[in-house]
């Protein structure tokens, strides 16, 4: 099961209990969390962990120039409400095709909107494709946050494999563009998963950091439940499609 997430940000008129993951995704095997929502984590006393969980780098989607998607202004309102929409949906036989964007990071001196869109062929094959456009020079970061009990192991043609209770996902980056693996950072905060109030552990993550104008940078992501097999023809397909 995959969640694509083009909600709004909390609950209106000050957005409290929102966190910035416009665009985020979770993906779940037979039950077993492998790509995850870390969580909330705490209310008062832990401000700079509140603002992380809280905020766009803790969410698999990509954050620009260091920035959330929308300000927070205290520890439960925002400012700056970002805007997110489901653009385009479509299904033919088992394939399935998503489209969203947020206009969040508008609000940056050379603003940028987000496009996501998501793939589904061939029963266990999924696809991720961000696209960015605007104006100006920024830093790109796409995150993965993994499920703290998986066990996750880079395989010899750059595959990653992310395994729990028996089930598995592969995921990689198309093009040149590769993860690297993170966990229990404290500085900036970094790959941490909490399971409930007050608890905190660390957790895997998987990034990918890219400079450059709005129009020229990318990511696709291909993620292939428990087997590899045949996914490579299929990934060009989409990609050059």
């Known amino acids: 099961m995959l969640t694509f997430d083009h909600g709004p ?65 205290t520890e439960f309102i925002w400012g700056r409400p970002y ?19 947020h206009d969040g ?23 991720i494709q961000d696209s960015f456009s605007g104006r100006g020079l920024h830093n790109f970061e796409l995150n993965y946050h993994l499920h703290p009990d998986a066990a996750t192991v880079e395989q010899e043609d750059g595959w990653w494999r992310i395994d729990r209770n028996g089930m598995r996902v592969y995921i990689n980056l198309l093009g040149e563009a590769r993860f690297q693996y993170s966990e229990g950072v404290e500085e900036p905060i970094l790959g941490w998963y909490s399971p409930s109030y007050g608890v905190r552990h660390k957790s895997g993550v998987l990034s990918c950091l890219k400079n450059g104008c709005s129009n020229e940078v990318s990511f696709a992501t291909a993620l292939c439940v428990n087997e590899l097999s045949g996914e490579k023809e299929l990934f060009q397909a989409c990609k050059t499609g």
Not at 114 to 123: A, E, I, K, L, M
């Open 105 to 127: 990071y508008e609000r940056l001196k050379h603003p940028v909107k987000h496009t996501r869109r998501v793939s589904f062929s061939g029963g266990n094959i999924f696809l």
């Open 83 to 101: 805007r997110a929409a489901l653009t385009e949906a479509s299904r033919v036989n088992d394939s399935m095709f998503l489209k969203g964007e």
């Open 9 to 73: 940000l909390g609950l209106h008129p000050l957005y409290n209990h929102g966190h910035a993951d416009a665009l985020s995704v979770t993906l779940s095997v037979k039950g077993a969390s492998l790509i995850v929502d870390p969580g909330t984590y705490g209310y008062n006393g832990v401000p700079a962990y509140r603002r992380y969980f809280r905020g766009t780098r803790a969410h698999n989607t990509v954050n620009i120039d260091g920035e959330d998607q929308s300000v927070q202004e």
